[in-house]
């Protein structure tokens, strides 16, 4: 504890007599100056001992000294101390009257007690206070360190929790809650969240102070990582701010968390080497070889049906792919899940669980990157294969990458594969390249149908949805068998192509379609 103006008057060798403010001797002193300066407020900070002989004060001036003692208290002086038997051989009433209505501890200064030794022993005080302090904080490092090392960062939170008497949260990457201590505080952590989310997208090491309401503590949240992007975040609640001993504790949480977060991305840097030649066995169609490599770290993932998500972003947009790996990283972690991420140049390739947590909260992303996204902003493309299992991860790499092609081309953040197979295969037609094709095979049809000369393009239509069958093409139509027979023979002749042919058929069936599902 700091000095206070009760341990100055039960200090014995000081032999201070209270005079005022008996009930204020609680107050902490920072320390004991000297001044006989009629108004020596400018040169005080607050929390001082003011030591005077009132040389240059009319101490018996009562207005002069209710005006004195205001402006003191004011300033932040937390006590006076005045020296008896220099100018004066008692405290005048009128100072110390004003000390009492202002409510300001006045201490009495016998002759004998220099100033200088209650300045030092002021010092003293605050000197041991500051020793017990870092004293205090090198032994919460060792026991920090000791549960760092012994039970991970859940025993870290816990000895952290216990050294400040009150709660410290761990978040990921995501902004989502790892670990609490004591349990009791995963609640308030989680509420948290936007604020962590905030503090991660500032450049580490980043800190800020979250004031909750009145009957809730005061939170310092803290980015860890020593990389541009932050890799996590600590949080530490209490009831009041930190002291000296309290902030040696945190500091050193930091610092013992960022390098289990470094050292964490050092081991996910040697996993990631292995899951790209886990991937290459999968692809190159040796699934038991894949498994032999990947042992218990990925194991449990190639024993079930998976999904292939591919994404890609430009040159510029590796926070987008890093983005998308940490929300399937942290959400594989949170439901105990295991993926496998594997950068690819511009692209990211993820393999998690089929209908787990890690392919949800992919999805999700994407959803919102839709929502919020910008007409010409293209920094993220995803697609996401059907269900397989590892004698096909082959097929659901295609899978994937078709649906990212098909992604890109239409402007979509995600394409699921079995969506885009589902159903019709019109909706693909709506491709500009397939219309530029529609349009140059059907434009001389049109411009001769344009001229009144016939009506070829509908006639066409017509006889290719009845399946080249004359009489019932013609009846749809309102016309005779042989006018129709005519208007063939003209498309052949202007097309330069036999309808007898399939391929032709097919073209200029899709061709009709697309140009009609504008």
Known sequence: MPPTLASLVHHSALKLTVRAGEDRLDVPVRWAHASELADPVPYMEGGELLLITALKLDAEDREAMRRYVRRLAGAGVVGLG??????????????????????????????????????????????????????????????????????????????????????????DASGAVVATAPEWAGRRAARLTPDVTRLRDRPAPASSVVAGPEDEDRVELHSLGTGRRPRAALAVGTAAALGTAERYAVHSAIALLTLTTERSRSLQAAEQRIGAAVLRMLLAGEPDHARAVAGDLYGGLLDAPFRIIMAAGGEANGDALGALAEVAESAAARSGEVVLAVPEGN??????????AAVAACCDHAAAREAARKADDDELVVGLSAPAGPIAASTAYKQAEQALSVARRRGRVLVEHERMAAGSV?????????????DGLLRALREHDATGRGDLVASLRAWLSRHGQWDAAAADLGVHRHTLRYRMRRVEEILGRSLDDPDTRMELWLSLKATTTE
């Open 82 to 171: 005045f020296a008896v038997g220099v100018h004066y051989e008692d405290i005048p009433d009128a100072l110390v009257d004003a000390a009492r209505e202002e409510g300001l501890p006045l201490l009495e200064v016998p002759r004998r007690t220099p100033f200088l030794a209650i300045s030092k022993a002021v010092s003293a005080a605050i000197a041991a206070d500051q020793y017990r302090a870092v004293t205090a904080g090198f032994a919460a490092q060792r026991e920090l360190t000791r549960q760092a090392l012994t039970e991970g960062p859940e025993g870290l939170l816990a000895a952290l929790a216990a050294q400040v008497d009150g709660w410290a949260a761990l978040y």
């Open 347 to 356: 692209r990211l390739v993820i393999v998690a669980c089929d209908g787990g």
């Open 426 to 438: 019109l909706p693909l037609l709506a491709d500009d390249a397939v219309r530029a094709f529609a």
